[in-house]
């Protein structure tokens, strides 16, 4: 049974920093996504982050670029979300999930933590 748990959530200031973490718990193969999603207030779910667990290879939207980085421990099934330069416009909901296809397209994950909140204040 796969179980994704995530940490690492709370309040900062604008342009301040925080750090993420997602284990994806009994899940055996790297041969697959793993992702950082964030959902704010009246918005629809977005992705952040994705890594494809068994290269490395990751992607972001232009609104995190250069401010959020997606890392991995491969042996632990774990990402890391490190987010800086945080304004309010990140606030809400982020969501870590696994299992998602080579792509690492939202509808392809079928594991998702219960999320952690993030909220920025200006």
């Known amino acids: 049974q796969v179980q994704v748990v995530e940490s690492g959530g709370g309040s900062v200031q604008s342009g301040g920093s925080l750090r993420l973490s997602c284990e994806a718990s009994?899940?055996?193969?790297?041969?697959?996504?793993m992702g950082w999603f964030r959902q704010g207030r009246g918005k629809e779910r977005e992705a952040v982050a994705t890594?494809?667990?068994?290269?490395?290879?990751?992607s972001y939207p232009d609104s995190v670029k250069g401010r959020f980085t997606i890392s991995r421990d491969n042996g632990k099934n774990m990402v890391f979300l490190q987010m800086d330069s945080l304004t309010p416009e990140d606030t809400g909901m982020y969501y870590c999930?696994?299992?998602?296809?080579?792509?690492?397209?939202?509808?392809?994950?079928?594991?998702w933590g219960k999320g952690v909140q993030v909220t920025v204040s200006s």
């Open positions: 999930a696994a299992g998602g296809n080579r792509y690492c397209q939202q509808v392809t994950f079928p594991f």
């Open positions: 009994g899940y055996t193969s790297q041969k697959h996504c």
């Open positions: 890594m494809y667990m068994m290269d490395g290879t990751s």
